[in-house]
T-cell receptor, first 115, second 112 residues
Framework: GAVVSQHPSWVICKSGTSVKIECRSL??????MFWYRQFPKQSLMLMATSNEGSKATYEQGVEKDKFLINHASLTLSTLTVTSAHPEDSSFYIC???????????FGPGTRLTVT | KQEVTQIPAALSVPEGENLVLNCSFTDSAIYNLQWFRQDPGKGLTSLLLIQSSQREQTSGRLNASLDKSSGRSTLYIAASQPGDSATYLC???????????FGTGTRLKVLA
């Protein structure tokens, strides 16, 4: 089956710094990837849709200047949390679409803790 | 705007029981509906995917149904086991954009 990886799996950073999270489709090309955020004991909330070679589309309420998304190739999308604050601490999950069925394959998630 | 809700929010059952988890969505123009399980602190494990043209899918002790006209999907778990304890999430993808809107989740605990 299609595999999506994320790196790192967990990261701790200091308030005010930036952190980059990578999402890779390992065995298929993904023209579209999605980024989700999950706070403790809550469901997943879609942050943005990332399309290869074009600007990301952000959901209402998500600051595009704070959460920078780059989809530079058909197998890699990155999410950079800029000037991170403790309230950005969350579980970030990406997914990628494999063409045809449009089924989404999810990465294992990245746990971000901002101190 | 699509909204997805799940009932009940939490469920505790004795081992061996058959159970049904419910998922409701407000916009019937979905492309597919997918059920996941999530263990504490972990990512998502895909259980079943139902495409809009299908009415149900089965895998082992799991059966998921989809009724677009009523905006409902159910996940049936037969002969529940303690290992089934997890949070179950449903997600509906929107036709055209294919982005997923996740339900609120059902926390299941199966008692030995």
């Amino acid at each position: 089956g299609a595999v999506v990886s994320q790196h790192p799996s967990w990261v701790i950073c200091k308030s005010g710094t930036s952190v980059k999270i990578e999402c890779r489709s390992l065995d298929f090309q993904a023209t579209t990837m999605f980024w989700y955020r999950q706070f403790p004991k809550q469901s997943l909330m879609l942050m943005a849709t990332s399309n290869e070679g074009s600007k990301a589309t952000y959901e209402q309420g998500v600051e595009k200047d704070k959460f920078l998304i780059n989809h530079a190739s058909l197998t890699l999308s990155t999410l950079t949390v800029t000037s991170a604050h403790p309230e950005d601490s969350s579980f970030y999950i990406c997914s990628a679409i494999s063409g045809g069925s449009y089924e989404q394959y999810f990465g294992p998630g990245t746990r971000l803790t901002v101190t | 705007k699509q909204e997805v809700t799940q009932i009940p929010a939490a469920l505790s059952v004795p081992e061996g029981e058959n159970l049904v988890l419910n998922c409701s969505f407000t916009d019937s123009a979905i492309y597919n509906l997918q059920w996941f399980r999530q263990d504490p602190g972990k990512g998502l494990t895909s259980l079943l995917l139902i495409q809009s043209s299908q009415r149900e899918q089965t895998s082992g002790r799991l059966n998921a149904s989809l009724d677009k006209s009523s905006g409902r999907s159910t996940l049936y778990i037969a002969a529940s086991q303690p290992g089934d304890s997890a949070t179950y999430l449903c997600a509906a993808s929107t036709s055209g954009t294919y982005k997923y809107i996740f339900g609120t989740g059902t926390r299941l605990k199966v008692l030995a």
